[in-house]
């Protein structure tokens, strides 16, 4: 049982290539996010996601893009990436009620951009 | 504006000790409010949650406790092993909000043998 898997783990990108991070859940829950953590500054939530064919703006959406065209993978894209995108990106998912189980987060991917 | 404060960055306890982690919100609408562990390069794991409607939830060695009126909830664990070594992050969410959650800062604990 796999959890959340994220690819890939490390990424370094220069600056305004693209590129899309891939996240895949084998629980079957129907919600899933993408959160960003620096320094300082906790987890902040990118896009989420409720189900299939479904995406919604989070906390700090700009620069990025997403798409759930299945249920178990949650992708989030950089189109044109920037230094200020260099962090680690977290993937998470979880069922609609989140109180007693939480969301599962993935190991995460450390994006370098420069 | 951070809506989630963890404020202190760290914290040192003895083994056999109590580890008591503070969250402090904003928002009056949250309703749920989690707690994560992580390791070094590993995802948040969850531990423990509570709801608005209650002021006190425990499992085994972690409580959570609620004060609405002072917007803060603090972590209790007892007693403190040394692989609790970890950060911890607090977490608040609105209710039927998509489940977005605010997460805190984090406060990296260590547990000394």
């Known amino acids: 049982n796999a959890g959340v898997t994220q690819t890939p783990k490390f990424r370094v990108l220069k600056t305004g290539q693209s590129m899309t991070l891939l996240c895949a859940q084998d629980?079957?829950?129907?919600?899933m996010y993408w959160y960003r953590q620096d320094p300082g500054m906790g987890l902040r939530l990118i896009h989420y996601?409720?189900?299939?064919?479904?995406?919604a703006k989070g906390e700090v959406p700009d620069g990025y893009n997403v798409s759930r065209l299945k249920k178990q993978n949650f992708l989030l894209g950089l189109e044109s990436a920037a230094p200020s995108q260099t962090s680690v990106y977290f993937c998470?998912?979880?069922?609609?009620?989140?109180?007693?189980?939480?969301?599962?987060f993935g190991s995460g991917t450390r994006l370098t951009v420069v | 504006d951070q809506q989630v404060k963890q404020n202190s960055p760290s914290l040192s306890v003895q083994e056999g000790r109590i580890s008591i982690l503070n969250c402090d919100y904003t928002?009056?609408?949250?309703?749920?409010f989690l707690w994560y562990k992580k390791y070094p390069a590993e995802g948040p794991t969850f531990l423990i949650s509570?709801?608005?409607?209650?002021d006190k939830n425990e499992d085994g060695r972690f409580t959570v406790f609620l004060n609405k009126s002072a917007k803060h909830l603090s972590l209790h664990i007892v007693p403190s092993q040394p692989g609790d070594s970890a950060v911890y992050f607090c977490?608040?969410?609105?209710?039927?909000?998509?489940?977005?959650?605010?997460f805190g800062t984090g406060t990296s604990l260590t547990v000394i043998p």
């Open positions: 998470a998912s979880s069922y609609s009620t989140v109180l007693h189980y939480g969301y599962t």
């Open positions: 629980m079957n829950h129907e919600y």
């Open positions: 996601s409720v189900g299939e064919g479904t995406t």
């Open positions: 928002n009056s609408m949250f309703d749920y």
């Open positions: 509570i709801s608005s409607i209650k």
């Open positions: 977490a608040a969410s609105v209710e039927n909000t998509g489940n977005q959650f605010y």
